[in-house]
């Protein structure tokens, strides 16, 4: 079959986003909001603190947008406004309840060992447009649960494994030349490559020296083209404001947003912005106003992305993924409890672009938003859509 996506824009909310605040709407929850529930289940049976779990109602407003009529929270206006280029799922569930296991999973598609992320799998099967930049990035303020492999090759080459950015005033370390590169650097570079091919030829190939001489030639190659990558001055003040940026900024999830884009015109294949949020992440075990806060730092960013990929042609072929690692809970020990709990049972997440068909929601959670009922998509099944995308056979 024919690939309908180039490349990848994955958004990863890190910490647990709430399926039943944000994206699948539960009116059976809300009216039984106080009652008690009874779940026997491994996970919650003589669990310290859940030995009386009461329903808790969705704390926003869901609204139908769109022509499709699709509802979404009041947390997530702008997405909303973005709703018939959305496919919604709202039957994922995962295999751990653990913030490190459940990241290495949606990451890597196991839950205990290190693997090689999504994105390295990519970079190996489909390979890169531009040797001047990496195949994988991902843009990451601070590190996530399960660290480096969110974006590690494991035992592909290391010439997979995701780049990390870092917002901010040097996005990428030692990008300026301390020497000519025309000149004195390429010299340099030749020379220590011929060095290493011999040195390569003389021990029948060897997969770790190859993949240090192909990060020398990327790395010199960055220093030309990455710096422009970053450099947004020849972006207009209406495409800045579309990301909710203000000219000059060089950091938050608008950044992100942005630099993606730019990456990806440049034949990136796979890059990941990932929200750590600059003060916590989605993990509101303590007060759910928390996913306000998260919310509104996202919300335009992301919305602006999906609007300025579709008006440049570029959502025809790239596909914009958005998900976190798992859901929170319809229940806490009491139904007054302003947070939620991890749930793996049951969440949320989306996919735009790329042969995606728009406008439509895909299976469901039952009446209050327990479990994943009908057509159920386990975090491989996820996989394997982005990979038929591509035109990879999972």
Not at 221 to 249: I, K, S
Not at 334 to 359: I, K, M, N, Q, Y
Request: aromatic share 10%.
């Amino acid at each position: 079959y024919s690939p309908r996506a180039k490349s990848v824009i994955f958004l990863f909310m890190s910490g647990g986003v709430s399926h039943v605040d944000t994206f699948d709407p539960k009116p059976q929850l809300a009216a039984d909001h106080g009652k008690e529930v009874v779940l026997d289940h491994p996970e919650t049976r003589n669990r310290a603190g859940y030995e009386r779990l009461y329903l808790k109602r969705p704390g926003w407003t869901f609204r139908p947008y769109g022509e499709s009529g699709i509802e979404v929270s009041d947390l997530f206006p702008e997405v909303g406004k973005q709703v018939d280029d959305l496919a919604i799922i709202r039957s994922m569930h995962t295999s751990h309840s653990n913030h490190y296991n459940a990241t290495l999973g949606m990451h890597t598609g196991s839950f205990t060992f290190a693997r090689p992320s999504i994105g390295s799998w990519i970079s190996y099967g489909l390979g890169s447009e531009n040797r001047n930049l990496p195949s994988f990035v991902a843009i990451a303020p601070q590190m996530p649960y399960a660290g480096t492999q969110v974006w590690a090759s494991d035992f592909l080459s290391g010439a997979h494994q995701g780049t990390r950015v870092v917002p901010g005033a040097e996005p990428v370390a030692n990008l300026t030349p301390r020497i000519a590169p025309e000149a004195g650097q390429r010299r340099e570079l030749d020379a220590l490559a011929a060095w290493d091919r011999l040195h390569l030829d003389e021990r029948g190939g060897d997969d770790a020296l190859a993949s240090r001489i192909r990060s020398f030639e990327t790395a010199f190659g960055m220093q030309f083209e990455m710096p422009a990558v970053f450099d947004l001055n020849d972006e207009t003040d209406e495409t800045l404001g579309l990301y909710g940026l203000q000219r000059g900024e060089s950091s938050g999830f608008g950044w992100q947003c942005l630099a993606a884009r730019r990456l990806v015109e440049r034949g990136v294949r796979f890059v990941e912005l990932i929200d750590t949020g600059s003060s916590g992440n989605w993990d509101s075990h303590g007060n759910m106003a928390d996913h306000e806060r998260l919310a509104k730092n996202v919300d335009k960013p992301i919305a602006g992305l999906l609007a300025d990929l579709k008006r440049r042609g570029m959502l025809d072929d790239v596909l914009v993924v958005w998900t976190t690692e798992f859901g929170r809970t319809p229940f806490n020990s009491s139904a007054d409890h302003p947070g939620r709990e991890h749930h793996s049972w049951a969440f949320s997440s989306w996919l735009a672009g790329a042969g995606v068909r728009g406008g439509t929601v895909w299976g469901a959670t039952d009446e209050l938003g327990m479990r994943a009922e009908t057509d159920k998509v386990h975090v491989h099944d996820f996989h394997a859509t982005i990979l038929h995308l591509l035109g990879i056979d999972h």
